[in-house]
């Protein structure tokens, strides 16, 4: 089974910080990866999937990197509505999929 | 607009059986692949079990391989999970999710449910 790790697991900033959000895979996963913004009580939202492609209505500050095993997640100014949880997913290993552990960004 | 949503939660005794529905809506349900997906109180996400749009290939996590079953019936739009030998560590808010892309089993999730909480205990 392919292995989701990210770092950090909370991550503190202010609004109009850049910040990153990383996620390794255990076994190269070529670009399948998405990225989940998640708020208390709610479903998560997809923000961009094949590492670098941005879903429709995801604001343009949201960017996403890398291919193989290392992949980034940035937000390039933090705004208020930004501080949540923060998921990667893996969808190489088909049709099954791994989620990393969880970011948290707090102010 | 694309909607699920998902009914079916409660509270179950460790060993029984469960079912969960997802109702689809504002899209063409049998051209794409669903999956649920959980998620146990104050923890990550948890890929459960996805189901093709024909529903011919079904897919299960190792942790409830032999226990859960994923169905479909598209002439109704709905997603099923049927869960039995229900055990505690079973106890989550379960989500049923639709691929992004049509025709592709194996894909990122573009609309997701609200969620069904299942609670397993004595």
């Known amino acids: 089974d392919i292995q989701m790790t990210q770092s950090p697991s909370t991550l503190s900033a202010s609004v109009g910080d850049r910040v990153t959000i990383t996620c390794r895979a255990s076994q190269s996963i070529n670009r399948w990866l998405a990225w989940y913004q998640q708020k208390p009580g709610k479903a998560p939202k997809l923000l961009l999937y094949a590492a670098s492609d941005l879903q429709s209505g995801v604001p343009s500050r949201f960017s996403g990197s890398g291919s193989g095993t290392e992949f980034t997640l940035t937000i390039s100014s933090l705004q208020p509505d930004d501080f949540a949880t923060y998921y990667c997913q893996q969808y190489e290993g088909y049709p099954s999929s791994t989620f990393g552990q969880g970011t948290r960004l707090d102010i | 607009e694309a909607q699920l949503v998902e009914s079916g939660g409660g509270l179950v005794q460790p060993g029984g059986s469960l079912r969960l529905s997802c109702a689809a809506s504002g899209f063409t349900f049998n051209n794409y692949a669903m999956s649920w997906v959980r998620q146990a109180p104050g923890k990550g996400l948890e890929w459960v079990s996805s189901?093709?749009?024909?529903?011919?290939?079904?897919d299960y996590a190792d942790s409830v391989k032999g226990r859960f079953t994923i169905s479909r019936d598209n002439t109704k739009n709905t997603l099923n999970l049927q869960m039995d030998s229900l055990r505690a560590e079973d106890t989550a808010l379960y989500y049923c999710?639709?691929?992004?892309?049509?025709?592709?089993?194996?894909?990122?999730?573009?609309?997701w449910g609200q969620g069904t909480l299942l609670t397993v205990s004595s």
């Open positions: 189901i093709t749009g024909s529903g011919d290939s079904k």
């Open positions: 999710a639709k691929d992004l892309y049509s025709g592709n089993y194996g894909d990122s999730f573009d609309i």
